[in-house]
Nanobody
Framework: QVQLQESGPGLVKPSQTLSLTCTVS??????????WTWIRQPPGKGLEWIGY???????DYSPTLKSRTSISRDTSKNQFTLQLSSVTPEDTAVYYC?????????????WGQGTQVTVSS
């Protein structure tokens, strides 16, 4: 059973960098052909895809967030990390990490429980 767990500060000040880590157990983040993804949900809004780091180490980001986003990984710890720079209160959201598998369909098959991040001074 794959499990994902987000961790990081719940409060970030405007203009600072938000940093969250997702720790994966029950499966390796280098296993073909999974994509390790960050998603967020602002209050009162729908889910927003932020980006992923693939099993290969390749990354892709939302065009609207690309200039501020970096996703990296530590394969020795089986973790991947989101960094979002120059945050504003509009970045306040519940942040989720998830595993995506690509087959006949795209499946978000495992999720973390989510972590609330508030951007406020």
């Amino acid at each position: 059973q794959v499990q994902l767990q987000e961790s990081g500060p719940g409060l970030v000040k405007p203009s600072q960098t938000l940093s969250l880590t997702c720790t994966v157990s029950g499966g390796s983040i280098t296993t073909n052909y999974y994509y390790w993804t960050w998603i967020r949900q602002p209050p009162g809004k729908g889910l927003e895809w932020i980006g992923y780091i693939a099993y290969s180490g390749n990354t892709d980001y939302s065009p609207t967030l690309k200039s501020r986003t970096s996703i990296s990984r530590d394969t020795s710890k089986n973790q991947f990390t989101l960094q979002l720079s120059s945050v504003t209160p509009e970045d306040t959201a519940v942040y989720y990490c998830a595993r995506v598998s690509l087959g006949l369909q795209v499946k978000y098959d495992y999720w973390g429980q989510g972590t609330q991040v508030t951007v406020s001074s």
